[in-house]
């Protein structure tokens, strides 16, 4: 069955530290995938997808088919980043593009 | 505001009575997703939209639950009977057939 994992629930740093929230997927076809943000009070946002290979507010995230993981990484996290991640995988072979969502990981960088 | 809009926001209903929500996409968008979610969960997939067909249903989308896109443009989710079980936030998003999903602000059902 299709699934996301993220391991972490809550992720805390400080202002300056790099950051790495984890993404692991099960999927047996051509995976996509995605990371949302959803800032508070927020809508959820597409920050960046795999094929895509942009880097948004200074994230990354490369898609490792060995390892079957979308980890998402920024090298010095701001105060601005604090929200919630969540990873998600979509059904190319569906009619749609349905997405698969991870539970979400809340990112929190104090001063 | 030309993003994806829903309406109401927010929903209070006491068990057993039917709910409508609504959902307006991105004019030029022809796909039209539902999900839900609930406390803890990421978004979880409930019924997808192509244009006026809805081509595509989850195993969470029970016989109470209808989906309608009359004209392909806006959407409406109605659940009947409501029950407590359902109290959750509904998200509708909206794509091209590039694929990339944008959601509306959901809307917050409460079943009393």
């Known amino acids: 069955a299709q699934r996301v994992t993220q391991p972490e629930k809550l992720l805390s740093v400080f202002k300056g530290a790099p950051v790495e929230l984890k993404c692991n997927y099960s999927y047996s076809g051509s995976p996509e995938l995605f990371w949302y943000v959803q800032y508070s009070r927020q809508r959820l946002q597409l920050l960046l997808r795999h094929i895509s290979r942009e880097s948004i507010k200074g994230f990354t995230a490369d898609l490792n088919k060995g390892e079957t993981s979308f980890h998402l990484k920024k090298p010095f996290a701001q105060e601005e980043d604090s929200a919630m991640y969540y990873c998600?995988?979509?059904?190319?072979?569906?009619?749609?593009?349905?997405?698969?969502f991870g539970k979400g990981t809340t990112l929190s960088v104090s001063s | 505001d030309t993003g994806v809009s829903q309406d109401p926001r927010h929903k209070i209903t006491k068990r057993g009575q039917n709910v409508t929500f609504r959902c307006d996409p991105i004019s030029e968008h022809n796909r039209l997703y539902w999900y839900r979610q609930t406390l803890g969960q990421g978004p979880e997939f409930l019924t997808y939209?192509?244009?006026?067909?809805?081509?595509?249903k989850s195993r969470l989308l029970s016989d109470r639950f209808s989906a309608e896109r009359p004209k392909g443009s806006f959407s409406t989710l109605e659940i009947q009977r409501t029950e407590q079980g359902d109290s959750a936030m509904y998200l509708c998003?909206?794509?091209?057939?590039?694929?990339?999903?944008?959601f509306g602000p959901g809307t917050r059902l409460t079943v009393l």
């Open positions: 998003a909206s794509s091209s057939p590039r694929g990339e999903q944008f």
């Open positions: 939209f192509q244009n006026e067909a809805q081509l595509e």
């Open positions: 998600a995988l979509s059904l190319k072979n569906q009619a749609g593009t349905a997405l698969i």
